[in-house]
């Protein structure tokens, strides 16, 4: 039988192709027995009592699961995300891409308690030149500013943020984006915005494996062959030279 | 309590490029070397997941713990200073490598007319062009003397470049070890341009290998790739010059370096004429060592070599009340506001491809290449197109008008991702009586020290070097020709979180007089023969180029001046 062990341990940096390799089977359209049926999302029924019991295939990103937000602050910041950056004729928009999953694991980890700031007080009044002075930690930050677009959507327009129609959604934005809305907590609703505005691009644009940039869609928009190891055969050409994206997965086993 | 470990030759404070140099050179010369380092050690192999843009760019994975020390910043003395919490300018380096592990690359020597720049400004305009608040000084070494270790510090990088003869550059004893780096099609649009308008294009010196390349000290090193990932990120291919795949190894390789990694100095003890060694913590477990040296290099970043004298009470630290003192005098920066940003309908270019130190420059208007004597600035900026490669988080370029996020936004930086770059420009830096750095007194670091005090702001001859330099960036997009043409005429203020140049100098200045110098030209401290203060904090003023060639011909000089004292002692000049 065929020794799927690299199948079994998952071990790291296989490609298909190794995997095929090493197993030592040829494929030619032929069903091959359960594991490597699963593989290749066949419908092989071929198991036998010999073959190992398959890993489950993954018909889902298992990244796409929340580790902070609840599951209203999700949608909610989907919803607002969305409207940084909509769904359009050049393809899909930050809801689809995944940038709100990509937030929630941002502010679930080190960047979201600002690990790597300077966070000693005391917290004066800042002029404009001498950046950010607050106190309050961006994962709480976030989650206060959520609440805040749902207070002030629902004082303008009856409804919860992600209720409402995309007109009066960029409505609401365009109000925090000015410091028009109230305050979150003394700090002006523009630094709110900001935040969900710069981590809306992030998780459109930032390499895949940090759950957004769905099957690096966001770079395929720009034309962006992400993170190959060299552009020197490209760099002169004076067309523009098409490549398909590359995440850091493919530079894993290097 | 302290831990006293047995006496050293030389304990050397940070091991970036000015350590590294140090480190490098002493061990080969058959001298023992302490290295503390407050980060973590490096080599390639770090870098086999530097095409990150998030983790490297926008999370600083390479850069300074701010959560364990900052500086703090004011535009004048009559604010109060606070601190810079997160980053949005300076992008201080840590660990092996320093900020050479994630520089660009750019190897511009400065020019004559630097080392001597008061000299040279008053026999040509009269001693009434410098104002009273400029404290502008000679720096007490001649671009003839340090040209040798200029080719050294070259050699070792593998430079690649091609000469330019005139305009105020110094003559070259030897071409750049390697040929210049690939010339593409924006850098192409700016030779056109630039030659039509009468003039002189070169491709900028890169750190950048354009080919395969083996130092003098044995160190091969693999051609750059175009990858788009320097600035910011480190080299796997190691194409890009880093203390981390020249001068550290070496230093390793003679087993003379003891280097300690996570060992962050906290003061040099010091009986106000001699160091006897430093103090240090180690980061991980929190225990405190004393090691004493005969020789204290401090060769930490600008800030922390200001910081570190200060708070071992070395030097005289500055006044602006009185103009009295030294330590803290002279912190300079750089001017690159000016610039014509241009975007094309319809055309393409491979901006995704790039490298930190790929550009081309015209040297017309740097130094004093063109007359001042109408213009009320010293000086003047390098105008270059670069390509490092647009990173997409980074570069959602949009022509004005256009808004900031939305359908409009997303339509339009995915129109002009692959169509726009701008013609910049990077300015000189004079000082200024009251651009200077001391202690903050009131924030403190993860040790109780005193954080770092910036009072800066841009001056009257910032703004005109601006205003000025502006047209020429707007003559030559004109020239090239682009569909739409934005040009930055303002110099606003200083923004410690909206600037974005980490070219920052001054603070224990060289020169001739100790009364208003730190160190001499071996950058010896006046104060303290055996303490040696080297990086760009020795630079006097800022030119208009990249700092790191000149702070590493000053190391290599440096290196040569203490191997000199442990033989003779004494004031080396």
Redesign the interface.
């Known amino acids: 039988m065929a020794d799927n062990s690299n199948m079994q341990t998952g071990k790291k940096g296989t490609t298909r192709r190794d995997f095929l390799k090493n197993s030592g089977l040829t494929v030619g359209g032929v069903v091959l027995g359960g594991a490597i049926g699963s593989l290749f999302g066949g419908g092989s029924t071929a198991t036998t009592q010999e073959t190992a019991p398959a890993a489950p295939a993954l018909t889902v990103n298992p990244s796409a699961a929340l580790m902070f937000f609840t599951p209203d602050q999700y949608k909610l910041a989907a919803a607002a995300a969305e409207r940084i950056y909509p769904k359009d004729d050049n393809g899909p928009g930050a809801m689809e891409l995944n940038a709100a999953i990509y937030i929630d694991h941002q502010l679930a980890g080190a960047w979201g308690i600002n690990s790597k700031e300077y966070m000693a007080g005391p917290f004066y009044k800042a002029e404009e030149t001498q950046g950010s002075q607050i106190r309050i930690l961006r994962k709480d930050l976030f989650v206060m500013g959520l609440a805040a677009l749902n207070t002030y959507s629902n004082k303008n327009f009856d409804a919860n943020f992600a209720d409402l129609e995309a007109e009066q959604q960029d409505e609401v934005l365009t109000a925090f984006s000015e410091d028009k809305a109230p305050e979150i907590s003394k700090v002006r609703s523009g630094i709110f915005f900001n935040l969900l505005r710069s981590l809306t691009i992030e998780g459109v644009y930032a390499d895949p494996l940090y759950g957004g940039n769905k099957e690096m869609q966001g770079w395929a928009m720009r034309k962006y062959p992400g993170t190959r190891l060299s552009f020197a055969k490209e760099i002169q050409n004076s067309d523009f030279v098409q490549l398909d994206p590359e995440s850091l997965t493919s530079h894993m086993g290097h | 309590m302290a831990t006293k470990l047995p006496k050293v030759p030389v304990v050397v404070v940070g091991m970036g490029w000015a350590g590294g140099i140090v480190a490098s050179e002493l061990t080969k010369a058959g001298i023992s070397v302490v290295g503390l380092e407050r980060g973590k050690d490096r080599n390639s192999s770090d870098y086999?997941?530097a095409?990150?843009?998030?983790r490297y760019q926008?999370?600083?994975e390479l850069m300074q713990?701010?959560?364990k020390?900052?500086i703090t910043?004011?535009?004048n003395e009559k604010?109060?200073a606070?601190?810079?919490?997160?980053y949005?300018t300076f992008i201080v380096g840590d660990g092996v490598g320093g900020a050479g592990s994630h520089w660009n690359g750019q190897t511009y020597r400065f020019l004559p007319y630097d080392f001597e720049i008061k000299t040279m400004t008053e026999e040509r305009y009269g001693a009434d062009k410098i104002s009273p608040d400029m404290p502008l000084q000679n720096w007490g070494i001649t671009y003839d003397e340090i040209e040798p270790y200029y080719d050294t510090f070259e050699k070792m990088a593998g430079i690649s470049g091609e000469t330019v003869e005139g305009f105020g550059y110094g003559p070259r004893s030897n071409p750049y070890p390697t040929g210049p780096m690939?010339?593409?099609?924006i850098m192409e649009l700016f030779e056109t341009a630039t030659k039509n308008l009468g003039y002189s294009p070169y491709i900028l010196p890169s750190g950048n290998l354009s080919e395969a390349y083996e130092n003098p000290d044995g160190i091969s090193r693999a051609?750059?790739?175009?990858?788009?990932?320097c600035e910011n990120f480190g080299c796997e291919y190691g194409a890009k010059a880093d203390p981390a795949v020249t001068v550290i190894p070496v230093a390793k390789q003679t087993g003379n370096l003891d280097l300690r990694t996570h060992s962050n100095v906290t003061e040099i003890l010091n009986d106000g004429v001699k160091a006897t060694g430093v103090l240090y913590v180690d980061t991980i477990t929190g225990e405190e060592f004393e090691q004493p040296a005969e020789v204290v290099v401090v060769a930490s970043y600008v800030f922390n070599n200001v910081r570190l004298l200060l708070n071992s009470g070395l030097g005289r630290p500055y006044n602006s009340a009185d103009q009295t003192g030294s330590i803290g005098k002279n912190y300079c920066y750089q001017v690159s506001s000016a610039s014509s940003m241009m975007f094309f309908e319809g055309k393409?270019?491979?901006l995704?491809?790039?490298a930190g130190a790929l550009g081309i420059e015209i040297p017309d208007f740097v130094g004093d290449a063109f007359d001042h004597s109408e213009l009320n600035f010293l000086h003047g900026a390098g105008i270059r197109v670069t390509?490092y490669?647009n990173r997409?988080?980074a570069n959602?370029v949009v022509p004005a008008g256009t808004p900031?996020?939305?359908?409009e936004?997303?339509?339009a930086?995915?129109k002009y991702?692959?169509s726009f770059f701008p013609v910049k420009s990077q300015g000189a830096s004079m000082p200024h009586r009251y651009n200077y750095l001391d202690l903050d007194p009131?924030?403190?670091d993860a040790y109780g020290k005193p954080l770092l005090r910036m009072t800066f702001d841009y001056t009257e001859q910032d703004r005109e070097l601006v205003k000025y330099i502006s047209k020429v960036t707007h003559k030559i997009a004109e020239e090239i020709g682009a569909d739409i043409i934005q040009t930055n005429e303002e110099q606003g203020?200083?923004?410690?979180?909206k600037d974005t140049n980490t070219h920052n100098t001054g603070g224990v200045i060289m020169g001739a007089d100790p009364e208003t110098s730190a160190v001499n030209s071996y950058l010896q401290m006046w104060d303290a023969e055996n303490v040696f203060v080297v990086g760009a904090s020795a630079f006097p003023h800022n030119s208009a180029f990249n700092p790191t060639v000149t702070l590493g011909a000053l190391s290599y000089r440096a290196a040569e001046g203490i191997q000199r004292f442990l033989k003779e002692g004494g004031s080396l000049v």
């Open positions: 086999m997941m095409h990150d843009e998030l926008h999370r600083e713990d701010l959560s020390e900052t910043s004011r535009n604010m109060r606070l601190p810079m919490r997160d949005g690939l010339k593409t099609p051609a750059c790739q175009y990858c788009a990932y393409e270019f491979n995704y491809g790039g390509q490669g997409p988080i959602n900031a996020w939305g359908a936004f997303k339509a930086s995915i991702a692959n009131e924030y403190k203020a200083f923004n410690v979180n």
